[in-house]
C-alpha cells in the first residue's frame, strides 16, 4: 500500500518546517508579529496554523507575510501584501490598539499575491507541472515523503531569505493602497499590471 501520514503529523510536520525555516529567517529581516489582536500567529480555533507579520520601510510602507498551513492538504500556503500607512508610524508598536482586519478584506485583500503560484510568468498547467512551490509533492513510500518534506524545507528557506526578491515581484503588478491605522482604505489606487516591452 502506497504511504499516506496521518493529517494531523502532516500539519504538525509542515507547521515546524514553517517555523523553522520560514519565520526564523524573516525575523532576521526585520518582520515581526502582527501587532494587531485579530491576527493568528500560531494554532487557530480550526486546529490549523496561520501566521501572520509585517515589516515597516520607509516609516509608512508596510509589508505584510501571511502564512496557512490546513490539515488535509500539502501546502504552505505563503502571501504577501504591502500597503503605504498614513499617518506614518514610527513601529509596528504603534498599532498594537488598532484594528487590523480590514487589511485582510476586499478591497485591501485584491493586491495579495501568493508567493510562487503568483509570480511565474507562465501558464499555470506548465508551473503546477514543472516548478517547484511550497508544497509536498508527490510520494508513495515513507521515505518518498521525508524527501519531499526536505525538498519544501529547501524551498521556504530559500525563498523567506530572498523576500526582497518578491516584494519586487509585487511591485511590478500592484501599487500599494494607502490606509490609515485602522486598515481603512483612505485612497483608491489604480491596480496596475506589469507590462513588459
Not at 507547521?15 to 519565520?23: D, Q, Y
Not at 487557530?44 to 505584510?64: A, P, V
Not at 509570480?119 to 511550497?134: A, G
Amino acid at each position: 500500500m502506497f504511504y499516506k501520514p496521518k493529517p494531523k503529523e502532516n500539519l504538525d510536520l509542515r507547521n515546524k518546517l514553517f517555523l523553522e525555516k520560514g519565520i526564523l529567517p524573516l525575523k532576521k529581516q526585520g518582520f515581526e508579529k502582527s501587532p494587531f489582536k485579530s491576527d493568528w500567529y500560531g494554532r487557530t480555533n480550526h486546529n490549523d496554523f496561520s501566521y501572520t507579520l509585517y515589516r515597516l520601510e520607509k516609516e509608512n510602507e508596510l509589508q505584510k507575510i501571511e502564512t496557512h498551513i490546513l490539515r488535509n492538504e500539502n501546502w504552505i500556503q505563503i502571501r504577501l501584501n504591502i500597503f503605504n500607512i498614513t499617518p506614518n508610524i514610527n513601529s509596528l508598536e504603534d498599532l498594537k490598539n488598532s484594528d487590523g482586519l480590514k487589511f485582510h478584506l476586499p478591497p485591501n485583500s485584491l493586491t495579495e499575491m501568493r508567493l510562487r503560484s503568483d509570480t511565474y510568468d507562465c501558464i499555470p498547467l506548465f508551473y503546477m507541472l514543472f516548478l517547484p512551490e511550497h508544497k509536498i509533492g508527490q510520494y508513495f513510500t515513507k521515505n518518498g515523503f521525508n524527501k519531499r518534506l526536505k525538498k519544501l524545507s529547501e524551498i521556504i528557506l530559500k525563498d523567506m531569505r530572498n523576500i526582497d526578491f518578491y516584494i519586487t515581484k509585487w511591485k511590478e503588478k500592484h501599487n500599494p493602497k494607502t490606509v490609515n491605522w485602522k486598515s481603512d482604505t483612505i485612497e483608491k489606487t489604480k491596480n496596475t499590471a506589469h507590462n513588459n516591452v
